[in-house]
């Protein structure tokens, strides 16, 4: 079975370009998350997902950063504008509801030049 | 409020010596404790997980863990380093209901010939 996909794996953009980075959970996953790794840091919770319902969206910037996921499955994690302050990696997660194991993704690695 | 604490950034050690990688948490209940590795450009994969069951947690690839309530600790351990094992390793600390996972900084290990 396929694991957490994400893509793309490499964004460079200019700072102020909008991105967006894209995650294909785990089937029957419902509990999905967006992590931003920054260099020499461990991962940071940005919104967890609960099926289609952001449940925790505390430390999500919103005033540069969105997030959706439409029918509960995939999910989108969007940056505009995007500063230069955002590199980082960004990692989806998944968990179904009778395992306390999340899965992780390979990540986007983002360079805002 | 939960945090995790890995001390030492950077660890090196011989092929064939002992292993331990240092973690501490704090927690205001009872945790659910993690390991996770990370490869070079990859995402993060569970070595191990202690969720209230038995205090000395076996892993993956010959890792184990002992969860020690008196001393805050989660340390990781493994008999005899290989080449392979040259990684990032992140300790994380959960609640109960998996709502978020928070991570420490993490420990490079380097493993010499």
């Known amino acids: 079975e396929a694991g957490v996909v994400q893509s793309p794996r490499y964004k460079i953009i200019e700072k102020k370009q909008p991105v967006a980075f894209w995650c294909n959970p785990i089937?029957?996953?419902?509990?999905l998350y967006w992590y931003r790794q920054n260099l020499g840091q461990g991962p940071e919770l940005l919104i967890r997902y609960e099926n289609e319902e952001a449940v925790d969206d505390s430390q999500l910037p919103k005033d540069r950063f969105s997030a959706e996921r439409l029918k509960g499955v995939d999910s989108t994690l969007k940056i505009q504008p995007a500063e230069l302050g955002d590199s980082a990696v960004y990692l989806c997660a998944t968990r179904d509801p009778k395992n306390t194991e999340a899965f992780f993704g390979q990540g986007t690695r983002l360079t805002v030049v | 409020a939960q945090s995790v604490t890995q001390l030492g950034s950077h660890v090196s050690v011989s092929e064939g010596a002992l292993v331990l990688l240092r973690c501490n948490y704090s927690s205001s209940v009872p945790p659910y404790l993690f390991w996770y590795v990370q490869y070079p450009n990859q995402g993060l994969q569970l070595l191990l997980k202690?969720?209230?069951?038995?205090?000395l947690v076996k892993g993956i690839n010959g890792f184990e863990a002992e969860f020690k309530k008196s001393e805050t600790s989660f340390h990781l351990t493994k008999p005899s380093a290989h080449m392979r094992d040259a990684a990032e390793y992140f300790c994380?600390?959960?609640?109960?209901?998996?709502?978020?996972?928070?991570f420490g900084s993490g420990t490079k290990l380097n493993v010499k010939p």
């Open positions: 994380a600390v959960s609640d109960k209901n998996f709502n978020k996972f928070y």
């Open positions: 089937s029957g996953h419902n509990t």
């Open positions: 202690y969720t209230s069951a038995a205090t």
